[in-house]
């Protein structure tokens, strides 16, 4: 039997100093019990990076994606966000883990035909009725003629300085013509009906003015909203069937520390809502620090009625104050970490209140789930025995030190913007991982690694960072002294590759939506 190494002085010291929250396995893709039911407010991930598009130097792109596994195929309503919602990015630029800029979508959607819906005149001459169709469109849709779409889009979009609700509200707007509102695409039915998809939707990507934010000469914020080829690559099914793995390469299953490319990301076909923005970095910052940590949300009113005559405008009414039901930072908390009984509580909580789930990431579950399941094949597959877990708190917890620290120990996703870029060729898969020593101590920093990129995850989060390998092997020890840690080097993996090369170079960085139809 293992020793145990825990009591109450170095729980309380863990305590002190250590962020509730550590992401250990995939993306939050309904992750709580209550979003089971309500997928249009499902935050799935969210990326936070300089980006490195050509000529965009000096820009950070925060993408924040929700409704999660959408089938291409998913006619006749596809996949509309919530208009009684609203969508945000919460960003804390002075390490209190407390917003100070938040950036709200509120969207909109309506029926062509002033809200009646497009109809078609059905019957003989003399006995015509003019009858609402039941499809999104009846003919093609390009940027340039949209008369044939049915289900009609829009978003307006604010930033707030200060607390979410009462602070300062600003209108952001359309750099040409100045408008508050901007369109969403329709998502990528097929071929036919929208036949180059990629023009499409390239034509909603706006150039926009926020007020109070000054960019860099000749150029100007960007945002866009709407559908995108699912980004993060997980083994979904083997993962949760217990960790269906073999630790034989020969076997059929995946090998969790086998070959980082082993075909299995299962979330390949599906596609998801991105609403991305584009911002100066100088406009996310305080003035005396280059770090900060973001996070996302989504909250709806506290009532709802069902309309016993319902309409499309308005199958409920919705009531009272706003209520947070989805929260997102680092990647996976909530899905693998947080227990079952505290998931709806942890998507209504912020940053500020996460001490209440230090048990969860003091005594994290996953490594001995692992152990059980697998321990018997070697010392090495067994959980790390340093506890509490002091070895996840740099990484997942405060930032590391001298990079992308902040001051109260809080999760959300952290990047110092004053760090470089990487060029997408020379983009480490698994992160800064490789920039850390592992040692009698447990792990010290150190830029001058070979492969050492400090641009990637955990100091902010890129597309193509693989966080699933990168979490699983600091879960299992990677961090951790040698002597409490036996599997720490192994190669752990979900066997789903995931890479900068799978992703565009340009904003808003994921590809092209899968089509409904070739």
Known sequence: MRLRKTTKALTAAMLATALPMTPLWASSHREAPFLTENPKVDGTDFYMFRSYETGRDGYVTLIANYLPLQDSYGGPNYFTLDPDAIYEIHVDNNGDAKEDLTFQFDFDSALAAAGNGLALSIGATGQEKMVAVPFANIGAVTAADEGARNILETFSLKVIRGDRRSGTASAITNATGGGATFKKPLDNIGTKSIPNYAAYAGAHVYQVDIPGCTPPTGTKARVFVGQRAEGFAVNLGQIFDLVNADFDDASPQFNPIGAIDQGKNTIGDKNVTSLAL????ACLNDAADSTIGAWTTASVRQARV??????????????GPWVQV???GMPLVNEVVIGIKDKDRFNGSSPSQDGQFADYVTHPTLPEVIEILFGSVSPAVRAPNNFPRTDLVAAFLTGVSGVNATATPSEMLRLNTALP??????????????????GAGGSTLDTGNTGCDPAGFPNGRRPGDDVTDIALRVAMGYLAPTAQSAGGELGWTDGAAQSAADFDNTFPYLKTPKAGAP
């Open 421 to 438: 870029t990487t060029a997408p060729a020379s983009q480490q898969t698994l992160g800064a991982a490789l920039c850390f020593d592992r």
């Open 306 to 319: 069902i309309n016993p005559t319902g309409s499309y405008k308005q199958p409920s009414r919705e009531g």
């Open 326 to 328: 989805s929260r997102l």
């Open 278 to 281: 584009e911002i100066p970095a």
